[in-house]
């Protein structure tokens, strides 16, 4: 056996009585239909018995691929950012790669020196959420013929490939609901950026209260991401003054969300029973709220398992097919919390 203890292809090919090449190529499914049944199927026994580990570094240069991929977060300490990394990772590990994550913090500058360290480590595909103003280095990625997909945020008007959650739809069904529980007076707090994904909430606001007669005079806010706990508190406190019967606040994000219920717990803003509050993004926090919580859910899972398989493919057959998707979530509403 080799010293250190770590198995080599020698090992195992002195144990079954063949070459090491012979061994490659039954480890690494090269030629089967050219090799033994049970010459291979003796192989990988010792392989398996022996406890076998193939070197990454040592097949991807054999295979021109390194077998990991790079996914690009806006902010890891998001809930957000930490369901969806988890749910690429599972699926990216079931087929038999490795992921590395990196978080930008919404900073152009960070951005663009993680794109370089994984550029550097030649990952062989690129799963990104785009900051602002990114859009000239996800050009330079697809001009480059590399394997990317971008989730969450993207570029209407450039050819990129894209699998997102259909923001318009979003909200419109929010206001939907708003209005079928008997809410005429509905505000929305929103974030001040130019993201499509956050223009196209507001405009499913904006068309589902034009489509059922509501005003939105002054029924808008956006915050700014600096200041976000104070600002949601000044929003809301201007929404109150300049709309006496408000009855109902969507909240574009998990964060405002938040926020926006420390404010409603605070100043006891659903005591009466009048106003009601729904949420963006699942949060665990919704199930211990003694007045329950609607929210809209968006389809991390599927958002997840397309992207991966766009990129996996994109990264076997390279620029055969391009992807933009948006997926639908839907609407849920937690129970109230019974008292004792």
């Given at each position: 056996?080799?010293?250190?203890?770590?198995?080599?292809?020698?090992?195992?090919?002195?144990?079954?009585?063949?070459?090491?090449?012979?061994?490659?190529?039954?480890?690494?499914?090269?030629?089967?239909?050219?090799?033994?049944?049970?010459?291979?199927?003796?192989?990988?026994?010792?392989?398996?018995?022996?406890?076998?580990?193939?070197?990454?570094?040592?097949?991807?240069?054999?295979?021109?691929?390194?077998?990991?991929?790079?996914?690009?977060?806006?902010?890891?300490?998001?809930?957000?950012?930490?369901?969806?990394?988890?749910?690429?990772?599972?699926?990216?590990?079931?087929?038999?790669?490795?992921?590395?994550?990196?978080?930008?913090?919404?900073?152009?500058?960070?951005?663009?020196?993680?794109?370089?360290?994984?550029?550097?480590?030649?990952?062989?595909?690129?799963?990104?959420?785009?900051?602002?103003?990114?859009?000239?280095?996800?050009?330079?990625?697809?001009?480059?013929?590399?394997?990317?997909?971008?989730?969450?945020?993207?570029?209407?008007?450039?050819?990129?490939?894209?699998?997102?959650?259909?923001?318009?739809?979003?909200?419109?069904?929010?206001?939907?609901?708003l209005v079928d529980l008997g809410k005429k007076?509905?505000?929305?707090?929103?974030?001040?950026?130019?993201?499509?994904?956050?223009?196209?909430?507001?405009?499913?606001?904006?068309?589902?209260?034009?489509?059922?007669?509501?005003?939105?005079?002054?029924?808008?806010?956006?915050?700014?991401?600096?200041?976000?706990?104070?600002?949601?508190?000044?929003?809301?406190?201007?929404?109150?003054?300049?709309?006496?019967?408000?009855?109902?606040?969507?909240?574009?994000?998990?964060?405002?969300?938040?926020?926006?219920?420390?404010?409603?717990?605070k100043n006891k803003l659903r005591s009466l029973?009048?106003?009601?509050?729904?949420?963006?993004?699942?949060?665990?926090?919704?199930?211990?709220?003694?007045?329950?919580?609607?929210?809209?859910?968006?389809?991390?899972?599927?958002?997840?398992?397309?992207?991966?398989?766009?990129?996996?493919?994109?990264?076997?057959?390279?620029?055969?097919?391009?992807?933009?998707?948006?997926?639908?979530?839907?609407?849920?509403?937690?129970?109230?919390?019974?008292?004792?």
């Amino acid at each position: 056996m080799s010293k250190r203890g770590k198995i080599k292809l020698s090992d195992i090919a002195k144990e079954a009585g063949v070459s090491v090449s012979l061994v490659s190529y039954v480890l690494n499914d090269r030629h089967p239909n050219r090799i033994n049944k049970e010459t291979a199927k003796r192989i990988k026994d010792i392989a398996q018995r022996l406890n076998y580990r193939a070197n990454p570094l040592a097949k991807g240069l054999r295979t021109k691929k390194s077998h990991t991929i790079a996914l690009v977060l806006a902010d890891l300490a998001n809930p957000f950012s930490a369901q969806i990394a988890r749910i690429i990772e599972n699926i990216v590990i079931a087929k038999g790669y490795v992921l590395l994550i990196g978080s930008m913090d919404e900073n152009i500058e960070k951005f663009k020196k993680l794109l370089d360290t994984f550029m550097n480590h030649e990952v062989d595909g690129l799963i990104i959420v785009p900051p602002e103003e990114s859009e000239r280095e996800i050009q330079a990625i697809h001009s480059q013929d590399i394997p990317y997909v971008l989730i969450d945020r993207y570029f209407p008007k450039s050819p990129f490939n894209f699998v997102v959650n259909d923001n318009h739809f979003s909200t419109y069904e929010c206001v939907k609901r708003l209005v079928d529980l008997g809410k005429k007076e509905i505000a929305f707090v929103t974030q001040n950026n130019t993201y499509a994904h956050f223009l196209e909430r507001k405009r499913g606001f904006l068309e589902a209260c034009n489509d059922f007669g509501l005003q939105t005079d002054a029924k808008i806010i956006a915050v700014d991401l600096a200041n976000l706990s104070e600002d949601v508190n000044k929003g809301i406190d201007t929404l109150l003054i300049d709309n006496p019967e408000l009855d109902a606040i969507l909240f574009a994000t998990n964060i405002l969300t938040l926020h926006g219920l420390k404010y409603a717990v605070k100043n006891k803003l659903r005591s009466l029973g009048k106003m009601e509050l729904m949420g963006f993004d699942e949060a665990e926090f919704y199930d211990i709220l003694p007045d329950g919580m609607m929210y809209y859910r968006q389809p991390l899972e599927e958002i997840g398992k397309r992207s991966v398989e766009f990129l996996m493919s994109d990264i076997l057959n390279p620029r055969q097919q391009s992807i933009g998707e948006k997926i639908r979530g839907g609407l849920v509403e937690t129970t109230p919390r019974k008292t004792e």
